[in-house]
């Protein structure tokens, strides 16, 4: 873990949050149904580190990047494929990484803000908002189909323009090269998780503030944000 910089953070600063990697332990049954999916539909086979490369990307740019260049007809089949399997597979769990629902209950009710950037399409996540019965939890959300895919600065924009923040005034956390290059663009802090997936190594230089090993290690940002008196 490295420490955190001497930057000073007010109390009601925004947290924003990857999802897939980042919160919810979610990778690897997101590379097995693209897998499933590619073969479903006739296309080569996917080993795991192409797909953990895509995670992050919105279902479309995701689809481009694994396989740039095919007709639109089989990028719909497979985004359709991927789909089907991710809904019909009950049987992988995706709950929360070790120690992230205390944590995120935490700031919570220490006051900080908390908003999700994902790539997941709505539906999903409020599928797995509901399924986590956390609908509601998190002050706002942006999803890859409502705005425009990471690593564009969109989402993050949009949720600093909805919060009347600054981008100095939040910090985003993820676990991919996608995450960080949004937040850089941004000119955003940037918190890199080292369990997601991409490695840490590919994170570093974005130059974030901190990197954990684990999801309550954010907590080390907290001694740099002071303390604002009751109003």
């Not at 919810?24 to 296309?43: E, F, H, N, P, Y």
């Not at 009950?90 to 220490?110: I, K, S």
């Not at 997601?196 to 954990?212: F, K, N, S, V």
Request: hydrophobic residues 40%.
């Amino acid at each position: 873990m490295l420490a955190a910089d001497s930057r000073r953070f007010d109390i009601h600063m925004l947290f924003i949050f990857d999802w897939d990697g980042t919160l919810c332990d979610s990778t690897g049954k997101i590379v097995r149904c693209m897998q499933l999916a590619s073969r479903r539909v006739g296309l080569r086979e996917l080993d795991e580190f192409e797909v953990l490369n895509i995670i992050g990307l919105g279902l479309p740019e995701a689809v481009n990047a694994l396989f740039p260049g095919i007709p639109v007809a089989p990028q719909q089949a497979l985004s359709r494929a991927y789909s089907d399997y991710f809904l019909a597979d009950e049987h992988t769990p995706m709950g929360f990484f070790h120690g992230v629902e205390e944590t995120l209950n935490h700031l919570r009710d220490q006051g900080y803000q908390l908003a999700i950037a994902t790539g997941k399409s709505r539906r999903g996540l409020d599928r797995v908002l509901d399924s986590l019965n956390m609908q509601g939890f998190f002050h706002a959300s942006r999803c890859a189909d409502e705005t425009r895919s990471k690593p564009d600065p969109a989402m993050l924009q949009e949720l600093l323009t909805e919060f009347r923040r600054q981008s100095d005034d939040a910090v985003m956390v993820g676990d991919t090269e996608y995450d960080m290059e949004m937040a850089r663009r941004a000119d955003m802090p940037r918190v890199a998780v080292s369990y997601g997936a991409h490695t840490i190594d590919r994170l570093r230089p974005y130059e974030p503030l901190l990197c954990i090993d684990h999801f309550p290690e954010i907590r080390t940002l907290l001694a740099n944000i002071p303390r604002r008196a009751e109003e």
